[in-house]
Structures are given as structure tokens and as C-alpha cells.
């Protein structure tokens, strides 16, 4: 191995202790922190001690690597004097260049070589006529006519029914569910008086028939009842056109005699036609009262 490559050595080396010495010195600056503020008395007196002796190593590198790049700097130094003391003369010459003797080779015959004829021959293919046969296929191409006929659909009309509901009983149940209660006693009545768009108790019933305004939302429907018991079972309902629209069945609990009022009710307001309101003790139609809404 030669100077050269031992200094570059040393070089790699001195540099490496450096980095190695820096990097446990960092490390030990994190452990001696970790044993200052640890959670736990054990783990912090381990983190101490890891930190102190990762301190101490990294101190030693550093002086090893200091020492190694003095001792090999001094060294260096003494090596280039000795070397520049032997190479320096008396006359203060520092080397003397001896020239480079030149060999010049010796004339030496060379033999000339003889030209050698060489003979080359040429082969001349002869062209060799091939027929070729040319099949020409020609097709004619044949078109056929389909013809499509579409049937035209047969729209046969469905007779349609028209049914006109009437206006039976069993209507006016489907408007007044039954509720349980008692039978009214015999010769009792109830008796419409009169229908208004208002709650004003009339003083008479009216001679002709009403005629309310159409769009009203209240239909008012005055009443006298005598000899009624309660607990009897009644029903009341509205026609329109001669159909029930609108109905339900109660309990009586006004007393024997009497008058009172009861309405019919629809938010969208009642839209114009031939009205009457009908009354029911049990299933007895027992009044009824016709009016117009226009």
C-alpha cells in the first residue's frame, strides 16, 4: 500500500469517527432529556445511564479522530520535508531530468510478395419461360323481389255500461255506520224546521224552498224532536241530485222535547245543485228537507 492510498484511507476513517461521534452525542442529548422528564423513576434512571455512556463514547471519538487527523497531519508534514530534503542539491537544484534514450531499428530487408492471378467464373443463368394460366370467374349476382304486406288491425268497439247508481238504504249505511245503542221509543220524531248558511235560529219554518249560496263550507239544519229517549239510535244525511254524499249515525242525548240544530260540513266548500237532508231512527226514515244550493 502506498503513502497515497494510506492518507486517503486515514481520511475516510478520521471523517467517519467524526460522524459516528456526532450522531451519539445527539443520541445522548436525547436520553439524558428523556431521564430529566420521564413519566416513570425507572425509565428515566435507564434513559440516564444509556445517556451518560453514549456521552462518554462520543467524547472519546472525538478525541480519537482529533488525534488521528493531527498525528496524521504532522506526519504528513515531516514526510514532504524529508522528501523535498533529499531531492534538494548543493546547487539548489531540485532534480535533474536524464533524457530517454531512442533505439532506432536496424534496415532489414523485406521480401516483396509475387502477384498471384487468380481466375473466376461466372455462371450465367438461363431465363426459363413458365406459362401462366388466368382462370377469370364471373358471377352475376341474382336479385329476388320479397314483397311485405302488413295487416292492418281491426279495432272492434267495446260497448261500454253506463250504471246510474241509486239511491238506496244500503247507501245511506255506508254513510252512517252503525254505533251501538238503545231503539227509540214508539211515537218518537224528529222533524227538520229549516236549512240556512247561517247558526240564526229561524222564527218560522219557510214557506218555499231555501236557496243557499254555492262555495259555503256550513250547512245548518234546524230540528224539533218530542217524545225522543236517550241512547236511541239516529242518523242524518245529505243528498245531492237524489245520491247521499255525505252522513253519519249517533247517539240521542238532547232529552224528550225540544228544538236544536246540527250541520253538515265540508272544507272545499258545497258546489251548486237540488240538496235535501233526511233523518233516521234506526233504519226509518223519519223527515226530510229540501233545499237549493246555487
Request: proline share 9%.
Given at each position: 500500500?502506498?503513502?497515497?492510498?494510506?492518507a486517503?484511507?486515514?481520511?475516510?476513517?478520521?471523517?467517519?469517527l467524526?460522524?459516528?461521534?456526532?450522531?451519539l452525542?445527539?443520541?445522548?442529548?436525547?436520553?439524558?432529556?428523556?431521564?430529566?422528564?420521564g413519566p416513570y423513576?425507572?425509565?428515566?434512571?435507564?434513559?440516564?445511564?444509556?445517556?451518560?455512556?453514549?456521552f462518554?463514547?462520543?467524547?472519546?471519538?472525538?478525541a480519537v479522530a482529533?488525534?488521528?487527523?493531527?498525528?496524521?497531519?504532522?506526519?504528513?508534514?515531516?514526510f514532504r520535508?524529508v522528501?523535498?530534503?533529499?531531492?534538494?542539491?548543493?546547487?539548489?537544484?531540485?532534480?535533474?531530468?536524464?533524457?530517454?534514450?531512442?533505439?532506432t531499428?536496424?534496415?532489414?530487408?523485406?521480401?516483396?510478395?509475387?502477384?498471384?492471378?487468380?481466375?473466376?467464373?461466372t455462371?450465367?443463368?438461363?431465363?426459363?419461360?413458365?406459362?401462366?394460366?388466368?382462370?377469370?370467374?364471373?358471377?352475376?349476382?341474382?336479385?329476388?323481389?320479397?314483397?311485405?304486406s302488413?295487416p292492418?288491425?281491426?279495432i272492434?268497439?267495446t260497448?261500454?255500461?253506463?250504471l246510474?247508481?241509486?239511491?238506496t238504504?244500503?247507501?245511506?249505511?255506508?254513510?252512517?255506520?252503525?254505533?251501538?245503542?238503545?231503539?227509540?221509543?214508539?211515537?218518537?220524531?224528529?222533524?227538520?224546521?229549516?236549512?240556512?248558511d247561517?247558526?240564526?235560529?229561524?222564527?218560522?219554518?219557510?214557506?218555499?224552498?231555501?236557496?243557499l249560496p254555492a262555495?259555503?263550507?256550513?250547512?245548518?239544519?234546524?230540528?224539533?224532536?218530542?217524545?225522543?229517549n236517550?241512547?236511541?239510535?239516529?242518523?242524518?244525511?245529505?243528498?245531492?241530485?237524489?245520491?247521499?254524499?255525505q252522513?253519519?249515525?249517533?247517539?240521542?242525548?238532547?232529552?224528550?222535547?225540544?228544538?236544536?240544530?246540527f250541520?253538515?260540513?265540508?272544507?272545499?266548500?258545497?258546489?251548486?245543485?237540488?240538496?235535501?237532508?233526511?233523518l233516521?231512527?234506526?233504519?226509518?226514515e223519519?223527515?226530510?228537507?229540501?233545499?237549493?244550493?246555487a
Amino acid at each position: 500500500m502506498t503513502a497515497q492510498q494510506i492518507a486517503t484511507f486515514l481520511t475516510y476513517l478520521i471523517v467517519g469517527l467524526f460522524i459516528v461521534a456526532l450522531l451519539l452525542f445527539l443520541l445522548s442529548i436525547q436520553q439524558l432529556r428523556r431521564g430529566r422528564k420521564g413519566p416513570y423513576w425507572r425509565l428515566r434512571r435507564q434513559a440516564s445511564q444509556r445517556g451518560g455512556v453514549m456521552f462518554l463514547a462520543s467524547v472519546g471519538l472525538f478525541a480519537v479522530a482529533l488525534a488521528m487527523a493531527f498525528y496524521s497531519g504532522l506526519a504528513a508534514l515531516a514526510f514532504r520535508g524529508v522528501d523535498d530534503f533529499f531531492r534538494q542539491g548543493r546547487n539548489g537544484l531540485v532534480g535533474v531530468v536524464v533524457p530517454t534514450p531512442t533505439l532506432t531499428p536496424a534496415e532489414s530487408d523485406t521480401p516483396t510478395p509475387e502477384p498471384t492471378a487468380t481466375a473466376t467464373f461466372t455462371e450465367t443463368p438461363v431465363p426459363t419461360d413458365v406459362p401462366t394460366e388466368t382462370a377469370t370467374s364471373t358471377l352475376t349476382p341474382t336479385f329476388t323481389e320479397t314483397s311485405t304486406s302488413t295487416p292492418t288491425p281491426t279495432i272492434t268497439p267495446t260497448p261500454t255500461e253506463t250504471l246510474t247508481p241509486s239511491a238506496t238504504f244500503e247507501q245511506v249505511l255506508n254513510l252512517t255506520p252503525p254505533v251501538p245503542g238503545a231503539t227509540a221509543r214508539a211515537g218518537a220524531s224528529i222533524e227538520i224546521i229549516s236549512a240556512s248558511d247561517t247558526s240564526a235560529v229561524p222564527e218560522a219554518p219557510p214557506q218555499d224552498t231555501p236557496v243557499l249560496p254555492a262555495g259555503l263550507t256550513r250547512i245548518y239544519v234546524f230540528i224539533s224532536y218530542r217524545s225522543m229517549n236517550d241512547g236511541a239510535v239516529w242518523s242524518r244525511v245529505l243528498y245531492r241530485d237524489g245520491l247521499p254524499v255525505q252522513g253519519q249515525a249517533y247517539i240521542w242525548g238532547q232529552g224528550a222535547s225540544g228544538r236544536s240544530l246540527f250541520f253538515f260540513g265540508n272544507d272545499e266548500g258545497y258546489a251548486p245543485g237540488e240538496y235535501e237532508a233526511r233523518l233516521y231512527l234506526g233504519d226509518e226514515e223519519v223527515s226530510r228537507f229540501a233545499f237549493t244550493i246555487a
